[in-house]
């Protein structure tokens, strides 16, 4: 059996309710054979599965976006079909070899290869065409919206990746290579002077999030938060709120808990002065620097899990510090200004509509301009409808094609530092095609390039092999009116105990050109849960396995169920009638939808490079390019990974 083939040891058993987890759902491609990281125990998984439908699919909603809300049918069947060996040498499949070569395709349209193609598109040659490839029915990736009519009022709510902090206008123009967030918001046209809607009918001062994220850390203390204790003796929910503003001392657990999380809520944010720290950092995980070093009791890190699970997907017993770090979490020593991925604490956060799709779309209007209808403003980008048409068309430089999956790529010839192309196999609409490029970006996930990549050097496909991805669930719920919240005086929810999810809020709606939405807590709004899916105590292979199997296994009916259930826990002594109040739910899962940075992710174990560094180096005609070789995953620095990427192969005439 070659590499790729050899089975795993077995220790847990999954059920066939647990199946469709299983190992290949996700994004169109595999966890069939997961390799697990070089820092945590091999599993296996089944490999039996099931086809999935509309029925489990959902709701989608309306506009655009209403067939294409996290991995939807096409793209998992599709992946059972690679998984079971449809496309292996050998197989019976008919192939239809297309006369089109390009000079570079890119594989995926998520951020990190509207990355690529935007930057192919700023350096490419006359007469020079590029083919991106998308599995999905729309492009984007996680950087998609949802969109629902109520009575009226359109609301836009985001269907994974939203949140993004930003100088005023003013210093962002003055200095854009401050982010890599800025540096593209100047080069797109995106002015950083945001608006929103103005809250009203209410005597309440009620705080509203501008994402969904901030509110449970980076900005507890400027939104209006409650924290659900479960309910007490008499039956009646018991609640923190805005707990930061009074110490915690409201919170449950112990006077020692409570101070701990206090004290360590207050920690100052950059690293101390002192050598090679982030290396050290890279060495443990955050619950043993929380614990270990520092002292706290473990209800801290309870408490920091569901910041960390809400951005990574894991929590503190899996993480690395350097990643913890990263995100902005209390390091003890250092400067007290926070600093994470997407900016400074003292920078304003901020959310699009329908979160990161508002720079998917600038992107796509810079690539194909006749993607979206209208002119190149603001307002015609974010609210113009999508022209699928002109995505395929021949004319363009760059041109994108929907609803096809790849599933086999190969150099031509044996030998890929002297080949001439890449051979690249793709199915759609249940045909499978073939076609050819003088160079190629995979710009999407490991979990997909480990399988599809078929001359696959070793010292990549190990490195693939140490990177875990777990499962995430956002779903949006259009709601009728808030009003039972507003009675609590809360925008944001936080639990950690609960039927679904362990937050859920309401954002302040970014107003948008024509787009001018209201926020009243009588009129129609969108409660919008991100939920992970984290086992403190398993490794953190078992915790993506056992995440995909509940994401994949539970059915539309049975999560609208859970939430119906799980807001009249939170709410239903405010008011709120889930048959009343309930206007329609989304459900967007996304299989893998974050890499899960351990220790020695970022650095390395014992001398070696790191994984990231070893797969950006490519080889031959093929560069990689995703989110996950950052680690913390964010959509500037994606699309950095592209632009990279694209560079990288600009040897190759």
């Keep these: 059996m070659s590499k790729k083939d050899k089975p795993l040891a077995v220790d847990f058993s999954i059920t066939r309710r647990d199946f469709v987890n299983a190992t290949l759902l996700g994004s169109g491609a595999a966890l069939l054979n997961m390799q697990a990281p070089s820092f945590a125990q091999a599993r296996k998984v089944e490999t039996i599965t099931e086809d999935v439908d509309n029925s489990w699919y959902g709701y989608g909603g309306v506009g655009d976006y209403a067939q294409s809300h996290g991995n939807n049918p096409e793209v998992v069947n599709t992946a059972h079909n690679l998984r079971d060996g449809m496309y292996e040498d050998g197989s019976d499949i008919e192939i239809t070899d297309l006369d089109e070569t390009y000079d570079l395709i890119i594989v995926g349209a998520g951020i990190a290869g509207l990355g690529a193609a935007y930057e192919y598109r700023k350096t490419a040659k006359e007469g020079e065409k590029c083919l991106m490839i998308e599995n999905h029915p729309v492009f984007g990736g996680e950087s998609k919206r949802n969109e629902f009519e109520v009575d009226g009022h359109l609301l836009i709510g985001p269907q994974g990746a939203n949140g993004f902090s930003a100088p005023s206008n003013e210093e962002g123009l003055r200095n854009p290579n401050i982010t890599s967030d800025v540096r593209y918001m100047v080069e797109l046209g995106i002015s950083m002077d945001f608006t929103y809607a103005k809250l009203q009918n209410t005597d309440k001062n009620i705080r509203l999030a501008k994402d969904s994220y901030g509110f ?32 915690y001392e409201d919170m449950d657990g112990s006077e020692q808990d409570r101070l701990d999380l206090a004290n360590w809520r207050s920690f100052n944010f950059e690293t101390p002065d002192q050598p090679d720290f982030d290396n050290w950092l890279d060495t443990v995980t955050y619950k043993q620097y929380v614990e270990d070093y520092l002292g706290f009791s473990p209800y801290v890190t309870r408490h920091a899990d569901v910041v960390l699970a809400g951005s990574v997907g894991l929590g503190s017993d899996a ?10 979490m209390p390091i003890k020593g250092g400067n007290t200004v926070q600093e994470s991925t997407s900016g400074p604490s003292n920078w304003v956060r901020h959310s699009l509509p329908g979160g990161n799709d508002g720079f998917s779309r600038h992107f796509i209007k810079k690539i194909i ?14 609210n113009g409808k999508i022209n699928f048409s002109e995505l395929d068309n021949p004319n363009n430089p760059v041109r994108m094609r929907l609803h096809a999956t790849v599933v086999k790529v190969e150099h031509e010839g044996d030998n890929p530092e002297n080949s001439t192309g890449v051979i690249v196999t793709y199915s759609r609409n249940n045909k499978t095609y073939r076609i050819k490029a003088k160079k190629l ?23 693939y092999g140490s990177f875990n991805h777990v499962p995430f669930l ?30 859920c809020n309401i954002r ?4 948008v050109g024509d787009y001018q939405p209201e926020i009243d807590p009588d009129k129609p709004a969108l409660v919008t849960f991100y939920v992970p899916y984290y086992y403190p105590g398993l490794d953190m292979v078992e915790q993506g396995i056992l995440g995909r199997a509940e994401l994949f296994s539970t059915s539309y009916a049975d999560y609208e169920k859970k939430i119906r259930d799980q807001m009249v826990e939170l709410f239903g002594e405010t008011g709120f009638d889930p048959d009343n109040d309930i206007a329609g739910i989304i ?18 174990v014992d001398g070696e490079p790191a994984p990231s560094d070893i797969i950006r180096k490519g080889f031959g005609r093929i560069a990689f390019a995703h989110s996950e070789l950052q680690g913390m995953q964010h959509w500037g620095p994606a699309a950095d990974e592209g632009k990279r990427a694209v560079g990288q192969l600009a040897k190759f005439d």
């Excluded at 400027?222 to 309910?231: A, D, H, R």
């Excluded at 301009?369 to 974010?382: Q, V």
């Excluded at 302040?508 to 107003?511: A, K, V």
């Excluded at 459900?587 to 939808?593: D, P, Q, S, T």
């Design 216 to 247: 449970q850390y980076w900005q507890e203390d400027i939104t209006s938060v409650g924290y659900y204790l479960g309910k007490n003796e008499d039956g009646e929910g018991r609640w923190s709120f805005d707990p930061i503003d009074h110490a």
């Design 587 to 604: 459900l967007n899962r996304w299989g893998h939808a974050y890499v899960t940075p351990q220790p020695g992710f970022f650095f390395g």
């Design 508 to 511: 302040l709606p970014m107003t």
């Design 441 to 463: 970006i995979m710009a999407t996930g490991g979990w997909v390039n480990k399988y599809v990549v078929r001359d696959l050097p070793d010292d990549i496909y190990e490195a």
């Design 319 to 328: 993480l690395s510090t350097n990643c913890a770090r990263g995100l902005g």
């Design 474 to 503: 956002i779903a949006n719920v259009a709601v009728k009116n808030w009003r039972f919240m507003e009675k609590l005086g809360i925008s944001s929810c936080v639990w950690r105990d609960g039927i679904f999810g362990n937050s």
């Design 369 to 382: 301009p006749n993607g979206i209808e209208g002119s190149y403003n603001y307002n015609d980008i974010m």
